[in-house]
T-cell receptor, first 115, second 113 residues
Framework: QKEVEQDPGPLSVPEGAIVSLNCTYS??????FMWYRQYSRKGPELLMY????GNKEDGRFTAQVDKSSKYISLFIRDSQPSDSATYLC???????????????FGSGTRLQVQP | NAGVTQTPKFQVLKTGQSMTLQCAQD?????MSWYRQDPGMGLRLIHY???????DQGEVPNGYNVSRSTTEDFPLRLLSAAPSQTSVYFC????????????FGPGTRLLVL
């Protein structure tokens, strides 16, 4: 079983829809949670970064972390065709700083926003 | 700032050949890393460095060497290329010695025949 599970999609939604992207994980030591966006044939781009449980909002994007359920989510409001990309969750953490020197990634969810 | 740069963008190798993938950053970041991305596998960490002269292995280090002689550069060497090393390779860097705010380069596509 992978440490981080993510549905590969593709997830197809109409423009303007609210998108929900999710990851589950098994390592209870993870404390830092990130979402990356990756356009085709490009490098990943950091969207959101949260520490421990709770919500964080940045424009149309909201990240949620539920450590008790080992479940994280990214919500995209008013989705646009330009949001079409692969979204990768990633996490890190562990004893002292050594646990924060490696990211464990999900395999990514491909999102398509139809005009 | 150019950010994180990688060369070459694309490379074809024959089995057994060696090559070096170049990575440079101009943000004075201490932490640098190399990942490979394969379909369905996500990104997997190969090697990382928390500063000049300091490197460590990640999840999939076999067949790869790294060194960090300067803050700016972190080359990845393939000693004897194998078809299993066909992948897209990404270099990344972040502030401090931890990974929470990593910036990725554009990637190098490697095909080993």
């Amino acid at each position: 079983q992978k440490e981080v599970e993510q549905d590969p999609g593709p997830l197809s939604v109409p423009e303007g829809a609210i998108v929900s992207l999710n990851c589950t994980y098994s390592n209870s030591a993870f404390q830092y949670f990130m979402w990356y966006r990756q356009y085709s044939r490009k490098g990943p781009e950091l969207l959101m970064y949260t520490y421990s449980s709770g919500n964080k909002e940045d424009g149309r994007f909201t990240a949620q972390v539920d450590k008790s359920s080992k479940y994280i989510s990214l919500f995209i409001r008013d989705s646009q065709p330009s949001d079409s990309a692969t979204y990768l969750c990633a996490m890190s953490g562990g004893p002292m700083d050594t646990g924060r020197r490696a990211l464990t990634f999900g395999s990514g969810t491909r999102l398509q926003v139809q005009p | 700032n150019a950010g994180v740069t990688q060369t070459p963008k694309f490379q074809v190798l024959k089995t057994g050949q060696s090559m070096t993938l170049q990575c440079a950053q101009d943000m004075n970041h201490e932490y640098m890393s190399w990942y490979r991305q394969d379909p369905g596998m996500g990104l997997r960490l190969i090697h990382y460095s928390v500063g000049a002269g300091i490197t460590d292995q990640g999840e999939v280090p076999n067949g790869y060497n790294v060194s960090r002689s300067t803050t700016e550069d972190f080359p990845l060497r393939l000693l004897s290329a194998a078809p299993s090393q066909t992948s897209v390779y990404f270099c990344a860097s972040s502030r401090g010695q931890t990974v929470e705010t990593q910036y990725f380069g554009p990637g190098t596509r490697l095909l080993v025949l």
